[in-house]
């Protein structure tokens, strides 16, 4: 990308909120004797919000560190415990490529993600630096040189990437046909400026839609057995409750004779069903729900104990799920009780007062 690409992408007004520019390179790190080969993101302090960057320590970058061109840096998680295993890297300051940058702050260990931008890759945010852009063309220069085993490699560009945020409502039908406007007229706006294709355009809102419809494939799947497990449970409700009716037919037949009528004893039987099947979805939504906390946070122990490079396991409770789940089982209970509660009602009172 070029200055004047940034130009034009100022021209979409209130549609585009932010617009993101990032000058991306990889560099040998250096504090006292330890050395970390890391990537070098240069950017503007709305990265943060872009990327949802969530602070360990310290700060992130603001907007008077690039008008004043500072020497200031942010370091990744990683490049943190790299360069700083054994003291607070706020304060200090790093070498990177015959300049001293001092650290700001740190960024909070996060998983990789789907590049952004023309990136399709996973992108590793643990071992990225951040420093101001204008800091970055004012001590590296427009050409960033970089010398590798057998090679050495110059390199003359004025933006890798840039990240641009969309003003809709992905949640509308308006908003992203909105969003895919924007996507086909930066596309448009490239094809005239770069005839040779050195460029790609990712709209993430594809990668949304396709998460939504596996999402969709996923619950259908998860219905579909759930179901079936609903299903092969209120039968053997619906065993139970009938071998109950037969093991008290004396006792239907003596309240029959005492004037109970066939309602009276739908009811009986009928809140039986319904008690049994409200207590086991109550003891499975109390399981669910100790879950939620206590598995995470057994993984977050085994982790930082043994496993440190595994992934954290995030879970959040759904509380409409608890009633959801509650409802059910009172709804299966009912369905399924039903049969047994008729089956008793329709017996006849002699026939139950001489039954052994």
């Keep these: 990308m070029t200055r004047d690409d940034l130009t034009q992408f100022s021209t979409f007004g209130d549609t585009v909120e932010r617009v993101v520019p990032m000058r991306v390179f990889p560099t040998e790190t250096r504090y006292l004797e330890r050395v970390l080969n890391a990537r070098v ?3 503007v302090p709305e990265y943060q919000a872009v990327n949802k960057l969530q602070m360990s320590r310290g700060r992130f970058l603001i907007d008077a560190d690039d008008a004043d061109i500072e020497n200031y840096c942010v370091l990744g998680a990683e490049a943190a415990d790299k360069l700083f295993p054994y003291e607070d890297p706020i304060g200090q300051s790093i070498g990177m490529r015959s300049h001293f940058f001092r650290v700001v702050g740190v960024v909070r260990e996060r998983t990789p993600t789907g590049g952004a931008g023309g ?3 996973a992108e590793d945010y643990n071992r990225d630096i951040y420093i101001p852009i204008r800091t970055s063309r004012r001590r590296f ?3 960033i040189s970089t010398r590798t085993a057998g090679a050495f490699t110059r390199e003359q560009v004025y933006i890798n990437q840039v990240t641009l945020t969309v003003n809709a409502e992905v949640d509308s039908p308006a908003g992203r046909a909105k969003v895919q406007a924007v996507g086909n ?3 448009g706006i490239l094809d005239k400026r770069h005839p040779r294709k050195d460029w790609a355009v990712t709209v993430p809102l594809d990668k949304l839609e396709e998460a939504e419809r596996a999402q969709s494939r996923f619950t259908i799947l998860m219905a579909m057995i759930a179901s079936i497990s609903l299903f092969v449970g209120g039968i053997g409700i619906m065993n139970i409750m009938l071998a109950t009716v037969t093991e008290r037919t004396r006792e239907i037949g003596i309240r029959r004779a005492l004037g109970a009528k066939q309602k009276d004893i739908i009811m009986q039987f009928l809140v039986e069903a ?3 099947t409200t207590l086991g979805g109550l ?5 669910g729900v100790l879950s939620v906390y206590t598995i995470p946070a057994g993984w977050e122990l085994l982790r930082h104990q043994w496993w440190q490079t595994s992934p954290a396991l995030p ?3 759904h509380v409409m799920s608890i009633f959801l789940s509650v409802g059910v ?3 299966v209970g009912m369905v399924f009780g039903l049969y047994p509660a008729w089956r008793a009602a329709k017996l006849d009172p002699i026939e139950a007062l001489r039954h052994e």
């Design 315 to 317: 879970a959040k409770l």
């Design 329 to 331: 089982s009172v709804l």
């Design 185 to 187: 007229e930066i596309k």
């Design 141 to 143: 220069g427009e050409i």
């Design 274 to 276: 319904v008690v049994q």
């Design 41 to 43: 993101v240069a950017t």
């Design 283 to 287: 003891c499975g939504a109390v399981i």
């Design 119 to 121: 990136s399709q890759a």
